[in-house]
């Protein structure tokens, strides 16, 4: 659970609790320019973020930062977060229902065309290939789950290679009956060809998700 002053308010909870990687390991903020722990270092903060990672719901928000932190240990990098969220009158146990299955994003997403699961039986390790209105093919692992979350990575298509991983959820709203569903997404700036290119193709994930929160509350609230 999110704490009590931050319930149905993720992005809050966000940009309140970065404190620094070493102290905070489940803690991103927009942009973190912050070199990651040594090599020897590794095992203990592996240890603090699982203690984090375990302490429910909030943990998935962060999910996608901490894998690219243990892919990185010894590098510099530049995460870019993208977050959208929508707040709907439906139970939060409801709207899971609705938009938490790994291969139903043709459901309500408009970008996504089809989805077929070519890994997996839908749970963790599961691999979607998703074809995109674009006419892009792309291939996404569920690399962290939990009861109304679940984060992916992109192994193949026009994000692969940058460390991008997306995370949807749903929380408790601030009221009672509602909740927020929320797609929340990374990548590593210092992986794109300059800054202008980490730029555009930050305008253009903030623009999807933002269009994507809205098509998942319409969706739920149906």
Same mark, same amino acid.
């Given at each position: 659970m999110l704490p009590q002053r931050h319930q149905? /308010? =993720?992005?809050?909870? %966000?940009r309140s609790c970065y404190r620094g990687v070493a102290r905070y390991p489940c803690c991103p903020i927009t942009r973190i320019r912050r070199p990651f722990p040594q090599p020897g270092a590794v095992p203990r903060q592996g240890a603090l973020l699982m203690n984090h990672l375990v302490r429910g719901a909030a943990a998935a928000l962060f999910a996608a930062v901490m894998f690219v932190? =243990?892919?990185?240990? +010894?590098? +510099?990098? /530049?995460? #870019?977060?993208?977050?959208? #969220? !929508?707040?709907?009158?439906?139970?939060p146990a409801d709207a899971w229902a609705r938009v938490g299955?790994?291969?139903?994003?043709? /459901?309500?997403?408009?970008? %996504?065309?089809?989805?077929e699961i070519i890994a997996g039986d839908g749970g963790m390790g599961s691999v979607r290939r998703l074809e995109l209105a674009n006419g892009e093919v792309v291939d996404e692992p569920m690399v962290a789950a939990g009861p109304m979350h679940y984060t992916y990575a992109m192994t193949a298509g026009f994000l692969a290679g940058i460390q991008y991983h997306g995370t949807f959820m749903v929380t408790a709203g601030a009221e009672a009956g509602t909740s927020v569903v929320s797609w929340t997404g990374v990548f590593d700036r210092s992986a794109m060809p300059d800054m202008a290119a980490a730029d555009d193709l930050a305008a253009a994930l903030n623009?999807?998700?933002? /269009?994507?929160?809205? !098509?998942?509350? +319409?969706?739920?609230?149906?």
């Open positions: 149905g /308010d =993720s992005r809050a909870f %966000v932190a =243990s892919l990185s240990p +010894a590098l +510099a990098a /530049d995460i #870019e977060v993208i977050h959208s #969220e !929508e707040t709907v009158q439906v139970a299955g790994f291969c139903n994003l043709a /459901d309500f997403l408009s970008l %996504v065309v089809t989805c623009g999807i998700y933002a /269009d994507g929160a809205k !098509e998942m509350a +319409a969706f739920v609230s149906q």
